[in-house]
């Protein structure tokens, strides 16, 4: 058995708006940083998965994100694993 | 000038309760998802960078965070950066 160690990122999809994102924006070009655009908001999750192989542990945190994380609906969710020494 | 792409990576401090994060660890134990353990909930947000060097925009970005994104008392924040084709 490994220990693996998941890391997930939760954004809303494309075609949503992403109101947080557009809020953060302005506030930062009203406080005079204005070379920054397109700000997405979304959700950073990590996590440590016992597995016999990498493949088990993708399945394990796949669907644990379809089940609870991610709003299927709504967001998209990549999954970043590597194995822990 | 030259687009950047940023991504950074909000988590709570290492020494505070993650309460959201305990929250889904039992959920997804009282789901049978039982090897998954550690979870830290954060935020992810990804935004694009004019600046001169890579090192300009990093710049931006940092005071962004400072001043804005993170909450330095509670919240630890990292960077990356790539430049955009």
Do not use: W
């Not at 506030?27 to 959700?43: C, F, N, P, R, T």
Request: aromatic share 4%; net charge negative; glycine share 4%.
């Amino acid at each position: 058995m490994n220990t693996y160690h998941a890391s997930i990122k939760v954004a809303l999809r494309k075609n949503i708006l992403d109101v947080q994102g557009k809020t953060v924006e302005q506030a930062l070009h009203s406080m005079g940083i204005e070379s920054i655009a397109d700000v997405h908001i979304g959700k950073s999750v990590e996590m440590s998965v016992q597995a016999y192989s990498r493949e088990e542990a993708l399945a394990f945190v796949d669907d644990a994100c379809r089940k609870l994380i991610a709003n299927p609906i709504m967001e998209d969710f990549t999954i970043d694993i590597v194995q822990e020494k």
